[in-house]
């Protein structure tokens, strides 16, 4: 099939745009191999600008793209003409930005004269200073760590728990993929409820007494920044000679399967993994502390969304060595976070559950010798795309809390 004359004739001039109005958000749902082929083609049409929040992988599950309203007529002409099934899931983009920024502000007002309010998304700024008042509240147990700077030079800092001496570690990230902002909610709740339960809570007091927890909430913070006026950014923002296209994967720029199935070479790419592993100094950072570390017991990521829990591999489709323990592990932490709220996760490994992807974090830590090493998919399953509303910040924070302190207790 001569797809790319087809989508010529289609789509006509691309548009530079500098908001989403009228931009729509499709559920396509591919039934056969071959219509996914097809809907991976169109996905590689990268001059169209669709973006894809969630890829084909089965026959039968949906796909979910953000749509330019230049190109929504056209992109829905072709599926239909290919006999493919869609429907749309976000009417426009924007709106929902709209409500999204106006809910910050509205927040910003409320807190200057009161306290924090973790069911509500933040500014770099405001998380930076959110970090600051946890480690002066809680001097004994919490300290910041600096493990480097962002390519634009923002400070990647860490918050460390821990009650003294030299203990194994446990590892977790937030936000790696700028755009999935509940992720940093989630990570700072979290970061509170480490700080507030120690003493109080048995779980998180026996895991303190036995290991350090170092939790790093804004994984990447320059695209973070960037997000606040372009929301739908997940790379990074280095730059390379010789190409206009900016950033890095970083969840496809790890010393794992580096550059195989799943990441792109191509640099405008949204999966683009970057002119060598560790490329990017935000990957490095992490990488260098935790090497440096040395006795990390648990590396675990947070991401959103699709509702996931998963664990090693996704350059490979091969089992690991640790598989039954790991698949039990991890049953079982989806099993806590759907005893409140009935949330339910798909468990397994990542290759299956959603499609082979190289270069990624877990499979890097877990092949460095850290066994435990699972990511999170957190809420919702598609309604809402990467536009969570900030009324489910809380209960989402919640139930990962109740997932990661069971791996924790594991570990």
Known sequence: MRLIPLLGALFGHIYCRQTFAGDQVLEIIPSNEEQIKTVVQLEAEEHLQLDFWK??????????????????????????????????????????????????????????????????????????????????????????????????????????????????????????????????????????????????????????????????????????????????????????????????????????????????????????HGPQANSEVEVKSIVDFIKSHGEAKAFITLHRYSQLLMFLYGYTCTKSDDFDELNEVAQKAAQSVTSLHGTKDKVGPICSVIYQASGGSIDWSYDSGIKYSFAFELRDTGRHGFLLPAKQILPTAEETWLGLKTIMEHA
């Open 55 to 272: 890829s084909p992988t089965t026959p039968g599950e949906s796909a979910h793209v953000r749509v330019p309203f230049v190109n929504i007529q056209a992109v829905k002409v072709f599926l239909k003409f290919q006999g493919i099934a869609y429907s749309v899931m976000i009417d426009d983009v924007q709106v929902l930005l709209d409500q999204e920024n106006e809910e910050m502000l509205l927040n910003q007002r409320r807190e200057r004269s009161g306290n924090f309010n973790f069911g509500a998304y933040h500014t770099l700024e405001e998380i930076s200073q959110q970090m600051d008042r946890l480690v002066a509240e809680h001097p004994g147990l919490v300290s910041k760590v600096n493990i480097g700077s962002s390519f634009e030079n923002r400070p990647m800092n860490v918050l460390k728990f821990s009650t003294g001496g030299r203990k194994p570690a446990i590892w977790l990230d937030a936000g790696i993929h700028a755009q999935e902002w509940v992720t940093k909610a989630t990570a700072l709740w979290i970061a509170n409820k480490i700080a507030s339960d120690y003493g109080n809570d048995p779980s998180i007091t026996s895991i303190l007494d036995t290991m350090d927890i170092f939790l790093l909430p804004v994984t990447n913070p320059d695209r973070y920044v960037f997000s606040h006026t372009k929301n739908m950014w997940r790379k990074t923002r280095s730059k390379v000679a010789g190409s206009l296209c900016v950033g890095v994967d970083p969840n496809r720029n790890w010393d794992a399967g580096f550059g195989g199935p799943g990441a792109s070479s191509n640099r405008c790419s949204d999966s683009y």
